[in-house]
């Protein structure tokens, strides 16, 4: 599984018409590449909530059961993207579609970043995002 940040994509809807196996997330608001791991491994061994593989990683990594909730927190936008995909073959058709620059450091914590997480994640208090994060994600089976 092969996990990129890029900076400065342009993301065109096209992409998703693709018969690709992928997913691109919000990088503004992934919690390092820690996060994404956690994602895919509960993605894995849980319960679904979505029809598909890529589309529960998205669920997964937005810590929202709702997929439309899901996709308005974590869905692609313009700007840092994080790309999750099976090989590098794939990675060069979403990069030729998207854009940017592959630039991992789009998917580490700075302050700003740090806020803006513990916004979309109502997470109170300082200290340990990481954690708190993936315990959200865990906490979706729960939820049942």
């Excluded at 096209?14 to 994404?36: G, S």
């Excluded at 990594?61 to 999750?84: H, L, P, T």
């Excluded at 991992?104 to 300082?126: C, H, M």
Aim: charged share 35%; glycine share 8%.
């Amino acid at each position: 599984m092969i996990i990129r940040g890029v900076r400065g994509a342009k993301i065109n809807e096209d992409i998703f018409k693709e018969n690709l196996e992928f997913q691109i997330l919000n990088a503004d608001l992934i919690a390092t590449k820690k996060h994404v791991l956690h994602a895919i491994e509960q993605a894995k061994k849980k319960r679904n909530i979505a029809k598909n593989f890529w589309m529960e990683i998205l669920v997964r990594a937005s810590g929202r059961r709702q997929i439309g909730d899901a996709i308005n927190i974590m869905g692609a936008k313009d700007g840092n993207v994080c790309i999750v995909c099976k090989d590098e073959e794939t990675l060069k058709k979403i990069l030729d579609k998207i854009g940017g620059e592959l630039d991992d450091e789009v998917l580490e914590l700075n302050e700003e970043k740090e806020k803006k997480i513990r916004k979309a994640f109502n997470i109170k208090g300082f200290g340990g995002l990481v954690e708190r994060v993936l315990e959200k994600i865990a906490l979706l089976e729960i939820k049942f």
